[in-house]
């Protein structure tokens, strides 16, 4: 049973750091894309960033570029999102996801992916 668990969210004031874990279970991370997904109160979903499978390419939004750095580590099943220089904008549910299909890249649009985690709060507040 595939299962993404997202940990490492809170309360960050603005300018601080936060990283967010995506813990895999039931299916082999390696390869498979992930993507990193946010949604604030009353916006729609968003893509954040997202890395593939297997030469590691990866996409950044606009909001987040140079401020956000994805990342994987295939031996703990796990990908990261390390997040600094933190807004009161980046507040929202932060999600990841992983695609049923077996591709060499990813997407920031959340239709590509299969699998969603539960979800972390990120609250960037003074």
């Known amino acids: 049973q595939v299962q993404l668990v997202e940990s490492g969210g809170g309360l960050v004031q603005p300018g601080g750091s936060l990283r967010l874990s995506c813990a895999a279970s039931g299916f082999t991370l390696d390869y498979y894309a992930i993507g990193w997904f946010r949604q604030a109160p009353g916006k729609e979903r968003e893509g954040v960033s997202c890395?593939?499978?297997?030469?590691?390419?990866?996409w950044y939004d606009d909001s987040v570029k140079g401020r956000f750095t994805i990342s994987r580590d295939n031996a703990k099943n796990t990908v990261y999102l390390q997040m600094n220089s933190l807004k009161p904008e980046d507040t929202a549910v932060y999600s990841c996801a992983v695609p049923r299909r077996r591709v060499n890249y990813c997407s920031g649009y959340f239709s590509f992916y299969d699998y969603w985690g539960q979800g972390t709060q990120v609250t960037v507040s003074s």
């Open positions: 890395i593939s499978s297997s030469d590691g390419r990866l």
